[in-house]
């Protein structure tokens, strides 16, 4: 069994910032727009989420976790940051919305709740995670057999370190600076490779790219900067 915790890059500062999560032009503005189009892929992938039990592991101050609740779903959120669990607890109590927010590490939560969800989400946090591959076993052991689960991240490229480092960190200061570790981005053939390790069958792999023109992401077969994996358990 594992005992150590799954932590967190230590040049992350999440809990700094938890307060700014839900300014749309703020530090997590590129999450926002990224938000309409991985909730949409995850609703229709799944056939709709009506009442279906869901857990957004990292899910920061909510921002996905409102979407998937609005779309129906009963959802958990996970975070290891007890500043961000507070900012997604004030911000759903102001919506007035029903979300089960939990600060707790997914290895503890794992052994309390294994085979109880039907749908897992761990969207843009792998590449933020010091052992990645432990938490992506820990995910395929929260999802029911036939349930369905969603992992999002950054391909290790030269065009994701433009685009992503490069460009939106040092250049336009879009994201805050050394929120992303090059050498800590996972290429498609490695996430690939520790889901095998799993008991999920992997059934997709689509790429999310941004078109800075109209500021909106969409979907497409390009899976050089980020990308989301569909697996199932069978």
């Known amino acids: 069994m594992l005992k150590k915790k799954i932590r967190f890059l230590k040049n992350i500062q999440f809990d700094d910032m938890a307060s700014k999560w839900w300014d749309i032009n703020g530090v997590s503005k590129f999450l926002h727009l990224m938000n309409p189009i991985r909730t949409k892929y ?3 992938t799944c056939q709709g989420i009506f009442k279906k039990k869901i857990l957004d592991v990292g899910c920061g101050a909510g921002i996905l976790s409102e979407s998937l609740y609005y779309a129906g779903g009963i959802v958990t959120g996970l975070d290891i940051s007890s500043n961000m669990i507070y900012e997604a607890k004030m911000h759903a109590k102001i919506k007035n919305i029903n979300i089960k927010y939990i600060n707790e590490d997914i290895l503890q939560h794992c052994i309390k709740n294994s085979e109880y969800y039907d749908i897992v989400v761990c969207m843009e946090v792998l590449e933020h995670i010091e ?18 689960l969603f992992f999002s991240t950054i391909n290790r490229t030269l065009k994701s370190f433009f685009t992503v480092i490069f460009l939106a960190e040092y250049l336009l200061r879009c994201i805050p600076i050394k929120t992303h570790n090059f050498s800590q981005l996972i290429t498609p053939s490695e996430l690939l490779s520790w889901i095998d390790c799993t008991s999920l069958n992997i059934k997709n792999i689509i790429g999310i790219k941004y078109n800075p023109f109209i500021k909106k992401f969409y979907l497409s077969s390009d899976i050089s900067t980020n990308y989301i994996v569909h697996a199932c358990l069978s």
């Open 131 to 148: 052992r990645p591959i432990e938490i992506v076993n820990l995910c395929s052991k929260l999802i029911k057999p036939g349930g369905n």
């Open 42 to 44: 995850i609703i229709d």
